[in-house]
């Protein structure tokens, strides 16, 4: 019986090394592939060359290993569906998440197309998430999983897969925790037992968003509005939780719309060099001191370029009941489960990576997806991705709005 191929994207991390190792241990044909996603010197980075380890370490993996390598330039791609929209997505005042875009974009598309050319029946990554098949009405149905290790789960990350994507798709590492990845690694003797996690962009390494930013958003001084929280708007009626029948004390569009604030609202206490570098919640590089508390980005305006802020993470601008999803941006990895125009129904979601799961309710309108929380939840951004979760099991994403 042929064995089964599979190209394992190795990172040069050591979750892609073990995912690699225990595939071929399963018996399985295996490549390595390195993905090199960036060399364009218009938008420096940085002065090091992640890269360049990254493949090196890569390429020695997969000779202990003796599978064969390879390593494929996405960079043109990776540059044009990931770093342009990025810097849209900053020009316009939302927050992107590149890498749930990465994983959509370029290892489960572009690179899912160059495994296929090389006969492969799966692709593998070490992510840590776990996927299941089922047969419903005559079909496979395919579920992704949180990861056993709560610590590293990242099925958030994979928040924009298609059903089609999965079913190519392997995680050898989800039924394991990180411990014991990097123990497999050391008793195998992989140059990545104990490579750091890499704290960077999708196969590209460690960037400096603001210096990044910079190489394409130019500086444009602006006013940084200091709103009080006394001033806040609808945080009386926001804290009100759902009643009890399911019904909301306010409308869906007023709980899930972001706030908004006029210069008028609060009072100028500094400024800024451009509203398309900050996002809410933000603390760290406004640089405005002798405020009693620190200052947080509560909202940004970067038509007009003004930050506006409030002092203190407890501040009512930072939190919001609910949030809005355009009916372009739903996707449903469970299709089958996928609301229809006027159901609703209750999830667990999350709006950021490792953020606990928070209960909420959904909403299927004409116009899109309202997410109403049972609580307030803190520094809900434009342009992230919210996940919501039946159990274990990821059903749908989407792109708040």
Known sequence: MKRKRVVVGLSGGVDSSVAAYLLKEQGYEVIGMFMKNWHDDAVTISDECPWLEDSNDAMIVAQKLGIPFQAIDLSEAYKERIVDYMFAEYKAGRTPNPDVLCNREIKFDIFLESAMKLQADFVATGHYCRKETLTANGGAVHRLLAGVDNNKDQSYFLCQLKQSQLAKALFPIGELTKPEVREIAKAQELITADKKDSQGLCFIGKVRLPEFLQQQLKPKKGRVIEILAEAQQYT??????????????????????????????????????????????????????????????????????????????????????????????????????????????????????????????????????????????????SGQFAAWYQGEELIGSGVID
Request: proline share 3%; charged share 30%.
């Open 236 to 381: 009386d009626d926001l804290v009100a939780d759902t009643s009890t029948d399911g019904s909301e004390a306010l409308s869906l569009e007023t709980l899930s719309r972001p706030f908004s604030y006029n210069t008028k609202d609060g009072k100028v206490v500094g400024e800024h060099n451009g509203a398309h570098y900050f996002t809410i919640g933000q603390r760290k590089g406004l640089n405005i001191g002798g405020t009693p508390e620190p200052l947080f980005v509560i909202s940004t305006d970067t038509k007009e370029n003004v930050i506006y802020t409030g002092q203190g993470d407890t501040h009512p601008g930072l939190f919001r009941k609910g949030l809005f999803i355009k009916e372009e941006d739903i996707h449903w990895i469970r299709e089958d489960l996928s609301l229809a125009i006027g159901e609703k129904t209750e999830y667990n979601v999350r709006i950021r990576y490792r953020q606990p799961l928070e209960k909420a309710r959904l909403y299927r309108k004409d116009e899109g997806l309202y997410i109403v929380f049972h609580s307030l939840q803190k520094a809900i951004a």
